[in-house]
């Protein structure tokens, strides 16, 4: 069964967010295996999506923390910090509307970070378009 594009992103994020804790705990990792674990069936999206964030994760997180106000992406919780680099690749490397990649990013805010996080979520894609 194909799963929405918003289903795909919120496998995405889940990918995200397990690469970052393997990352943060010296825990070795494929990348195309924590894919698999997590996909049923292929999606070139999710690969392209996964493969960019963790490719242009420094250039990403340059990004957002140049536009976040006395905060940095690491402070975020793991959920929020998937959500906003995706949401970034999305804006700087693919034709997805950025309409679309701020209203995915905080709807998928809304249903794993905080309030607090939800808002600057928001607040940095914006900055980041009107840029």
């Known amino acids: 069964m194909a799963m929405t594009r918003s289903e795909l992103r ?3 994020m889940i990918i995200l967010y397990q690469l970052d804790v ?5 825990i070795s990792y494929d990348v195309e ?3 698999k674990e997590n996909m049923p069936i292929a999606s070139e999206f999710v690969k392209d999506i996964v493969f960019g964030v963790v490719t242009y994760k420094e250039k990403i997180d340059e990004l957002a923390n140049k536009h ?3 905060w940095t992406i690491d402070r975020l919780d793991k959920s929020g910090a ?3 680099r995706m949401a970034i690749y999305e804006l700087m490397y693919t034709e997805t509307p950025e309409v679309v990649v701020i209203n995915e990013a ?5 249903k794993y970070c905080d ?6 979520i928001n607040a940095v894609l ?5 840029e």
């Open 106 to 110: 905080v709807e998928l805010a809304k």
């Open 33 to 35: 295996e924590v894919i």
């Open 126 to 130: 914006d900055r980041i378009i009107k």
């Open 68 to 70: 976040m106000l006395d």
């Open 115 to 120: 309030d607090a996080v939800r808002k600057i």
């Open 22 to 26: 393997y990352t943060s705990g010296n």
């Open 10 to 12: 919120e496998k995405i």
């Open 82 to 84: 998937a959500i906003l």
